[in-house]
């Protein structure tokens, strides 16, 4: 993180340098950034980022996944009640490590995770599960995109909730689980950046994104 640091400011100081001498406007430096600053060791070099990029890219997704969770959960959870990782804990931290809203950039993930249910009968967020579901789209990982999600949910007619606490739509059908962000999930978190003073969203991916439905939802949510 100190060589991070020392490359933020070199980088910087060859933007400028660059935009004086051309007259063209100069480039934007950006990073993509965990959700917290702190959640590895050493932590990011806030000061330099601060002073040095333009923005930065919190990536909000990837809290959790079947391959090292059994149970099923909201890997990109907008709000944990129980204390445990989140969107907006990760927003409150970078805050708290004196970074300024107007540079953070909030993750949106246009996929979710599959797991594959201990018990068809237990299918509630936090339910036992064994592991990454199997099934069409679904990778070695359990990610499947939204539009394959949105297939998944059609030709299985599995059972749709959103959990407006916690901030995910999640669906099942038999012993496969998938949790995901649908409209609902996309709305409040687009507003909870416009509420907080964000700089905006974005989206890994918007290829994965069903005929742009998240995208549209996104964009008139912002306004």
């Known amino acids: 993180m100190t060589n991070l640091a020392t490359l933020i400011n070199e980088w910087r100081t060859a933007i400028n340098e660059e935009a004086q001498t051309s007259g063209k406007s100069a480039l934007l430096l950006t990073a993509a950034v965990s959700v917290t600053p702190t959640l590895n060791s050493p932590s990011y070099p806030v000061s330099s980022i601060n002073a040095g990029m333009d923005f930065v890219n919190i990536m909000a997704y990837d809290f959790y996944s079947p391959i090292n969770t059994f149970q099923t959960s909201a890997h990109a959870a907008l709000n944990d009640t129980s204390g445990g990782i989140s969107g907006s804990s990760g927003v409150t931290a970078w805050i708290n490590a004196g970074l300024p809203v107007n540079k953070m950039v909030f993750g949106l993930p246009f996929y979710g995770y599959a797991w594959e249910l201990s018990d068809e009968a237990n299918h509630g967020l936090g339910a036992p ?27 299985s007619g599995a059972e749709t909730v959103y959990d407006s606490e916690v901030v995910v739509n999640y669906c099942y059908s038999g012993r496969t689980w998938i949790g995901y962000d649908d409209v609902d999930a996309v709305g409040a978190k687009v507003s909870y950046v416009k509420e907080n003073g964000l700089r905006g969203y974005f989206a890994w991916s918007v290829d994965g994104d069903d005929n742009w439905l998240l995208s549209q939802k996104a964009s008139t949510t912002l306004g």
Request: charged content about 20%; hydrophobic content about 40%; overall charge negative.
């Open 129 to 155: 599960a064994t592991g990454v579901a199997t099934g069409d789209g679904i990778d070695s990982s359990g990610a499947i995109i939204f539009k394959e999600i949105k297939s998944f949910i059609e030709s």
